[in-house]
Every structure is written in C-alpha cells, then in structure tokens.
Antibody, heavy 120, light 107 residues
Framework: QVQLQESGPGLVKPSQTLSLICIVS??????????WTWIRQHPVKGLEWIGF???????DYNPSLKSRVTLSVDPSKNQFSLTLNSMTAADTAVYFC????????????WGPGILVTVSS | DVQMTQSPSSLSASVGDRVTITCRAS??????LNWYQQRPGKAPKLLIS???NLQGGVPLRFSGSASGTDFTLTISSLQPEDFATYYC?????????FGQGTRLEIK
C-alpha cells in the first residue's frame, strides 16, 4: 500500500523560502510509471496544481509559480521535495504531495497535507 | 489554462437521494477528467478517473459520465459517509486544474 507523508515547517516568514519533503513508502520511486506531484489548497482559491517530477528528474511546473518553485527527487531515499521562494501571505495554504498515475494527472494517493502559514 | 466550472457550489440532500454534480471544461479535454471526494480535514481521495473509471474500493453508487466538454458525477443513493466536498480535475494538459468544488450537505 503506497503512502505519502509531507514534512516541513508550519510557519514561514514573508520573503523566506519554503522547503517541504514528501516521503514515499510502499512504491519504489525508481520503478517508474509515477509522477510525483505537489498540490496546494488555499482557503479561498481552492486546489492548485504546483507541478510534478519524474524519478529521472524531469519536471513540469505550473506557469503561475514557475519562477519561484523547484522540485527535486532523491530515489535512493524514496522522497521528493518542494522549494518555493519569496513566500508571501498569498502562499498560505495546505500543501499536499501525491502520486500521479500513468497519465500523470490522476492523483492517488495523497499525503495528509501540511498547513503552511506565511506570517512575520 | 483549461478552466473547470463546477456546479452547484453547494447542495443539500437527504440520505437515499440521487444527486448529480456537473463540471464543464473551457475546451476539449476528451475524457481526461477525474473526480475527488474530500472530507473535512482530510486529503482528497480519487473516486473516478478518465471520466467514468471507478477506482478500486469505491462504492458502485458512484458513477461518472461525459458528453463533450460536460462531465457528471452521480451518486445514486446517498449514504451518510458521502456528505463531503467533491472536486473535478482535468488531466488533459498541464497545468492540471480543478473545479471550485461542490459541498454536499445533509438536508
């Protein structure tokens, strides 16, 4: 059974960089076929797809965040990471990691999510 | 970006009712449409992929259909555990985009 778990800070100061890790269990990332994905959920704006990374390092980012976001992967640790710089209050959201299937876009399963608040 | 317009935004219904939620894409997405259920404080759960493929373990009372750029999620007989928020999502082209959600409440 595949499980994902996000970890990272719950509070980030404005202008700082957010770093989150998603630890994957039950599915070796280097077996291929999955697109490791980050999504966030704003209280008002709803669900926003951030981007995905394949175990080889190939990425696809949402253009709305592309200038600020970097995804990385470490198949040896079975984890992948999100870095989002120049954080503002608008980045306050619950951040989820998820596995994208063969078509990349069908997301299953998801991690439980981590609330990240941007505040001084 | 493909815009997904979901309706209604909220819906009150009773146990045993049949309910339908619709989602309209702003352009062609063929059948690259997924439905998710989200309970309060939990992550979304994939119910249906490719417009009509029920995921393993999802009750048969859930079904999905497509007609052009219009998509429908139907729950044939509401059960107490179905009261949640439902989202559609297109996976035809990146950036993948979600509908605004339908909150299904107990009448």
């Amino acid at each position: 059974q595949v499980q994902l778990q996000e970890s990272g800070p719950g509070l980030v100061k404005p202008s700082q960089t957010l770093s989150l890790i998603c630890i994957v269990s039950g599915d070796p990332m280097n077996s291929g076929g999955s697109y490791w994905t980050w999504i966030r959920q704003h209280p008002v704006k709803g669900l926003e797809w951030i981007g995905f990374i394949y175990y080889t390092g190939i990425t696809d980012y949402n253009p709305s965040l592309k200038s600020r976001v970097t995804l990385s992967v470490d198949p040896s640790k079975n984890q992948f990471s999100l870095t989002l710089n120049s954080m503002t209050a608008a980045d306050t959201a619950v951040y989820f990691c998820a596995r994208g299937g063969a078509t990349a876009g069908n997301l299953d399963p998801w991690g439980p999510g981590i609330l990240v608040t941007v505040s001084s | 970006d493909v815009q997904m317009t979901q309706s209604p935004s909220s819906l009150s219904a009773s146990v045993g009712d049949r309910v339908t939620i619709t989602c309209r894409a702003s352009q062609k997405i063929t059948k690259f449409l997924n439905w998710y259920q989200q309970r309060p404080g939990k992550a979304p759960k994939l119910l249906i992929s490719a417009a009509s493929n029920l995921q393993g373990g999802v009750p048969l009372r859930f079904s999905g259909s497509a007609s052009g750029t219009d998509f429908t999620l139907t729950i044939s007989s509401l059960q107490p555990e179905d009261f949640a928020t439902y989202y559609c999502q297109q996976s035809y082209s990146t950036p993948y985009t979600f509908g605004q959600g339908t909150r299904l409440e107990i009448k």
